[in-house]
């Protein structure tokens, strides 16, 4: 049994404070190719993965800004979206492309591309960085989608913060898997 493996699994949680320094060479590539290993019916390879630091996230900020303004909303919600990506140092905007398919529908690559966030965050915990994967009404703006270069087709699933934890991870609690659990 591999118990380190386990025990990640096990104890993974989100930290949604943040600071440099951000993942960076081998260990952004670890990162990386943990999410392409996400399960992935057809062998489709459903993802791209749009990374933002240093000036970047300034850019991904006007950007989410320019979509919120565009979408109609209120000038409270444009100046939280320019200051969004400014949570982390490094930040992923992660999108299924999705593929025509005709045993993997649309949902199946949506899934995929969220296994591969899930699949990064934990390749981020077990190298001692903290991260979140934040989410967003504007996740479903095709005015953002258009902005960052993705297809009609495709699908942003969410963003994940990247960096080091500037407190102390919390321990999950016991769940009690009985209450979630049927056996048919």
């Known amino acids: 049994m591999n118990q ?3 025990s990640l699994l096990l104890t993974r949680s989100s930290c949604g404070l943040l600071q440099a320094p951000a993942p960076s060479g081998e260990a952004l590539e670890h990162i990386l190719q943990a999410g392409l290993r996400a ?3 057809g062998h489709l390879q459903p993802f791209q993965f749009l990374l933002a630091e240093g000036e970047g ?5 006007a950007l989410l800004a320019e979509s919120a303004k565009q979408d109609g909303a209120a000038e409270e919600a444009i100046e939280r979206a320019t200051q969004m990506p400014l949570r982390a ?3 992923i905007t992660v999108a299924a492309r999705v ?4 045993k993997v529908p649309a949902f199946e690559q ?4 969220g296994c591969a966030v899930m699949a990064m965050q934990m390749a981020a915990q077990a190298q001692g960085f903290g991260g979140i994967w934040r989410s967003s009404p504007l996740m479903y703006s095709r005015k953002l989608h258009e902005l960052l ?3 009609e087709q495709d699908q942003i699933v969410g963003f994940l913060y990247l960096g080091t934890p500037a407190t102390s ?3 999950p609690s016991f769940v009690n898997s009985a209450e979630f659990v049927r056996w048919i």
């Open 39 to 41: 399960p992935d019916h």
């Open 89 to 91: 140092p490094l930040v």
């Open 4 to 6: 380190a493996a386990l």
């Open 110 to 113: 949506h899934l995929s591309a």
């Open 149 to 151: 270069g993705l297809n």
């Open 99 to 102: 593929q025509p398919h005709n």
């Open 169 to 171: 991870l919390r321990i």
């Open 57 to 61: 996230l300034n850019r991904l900020g």
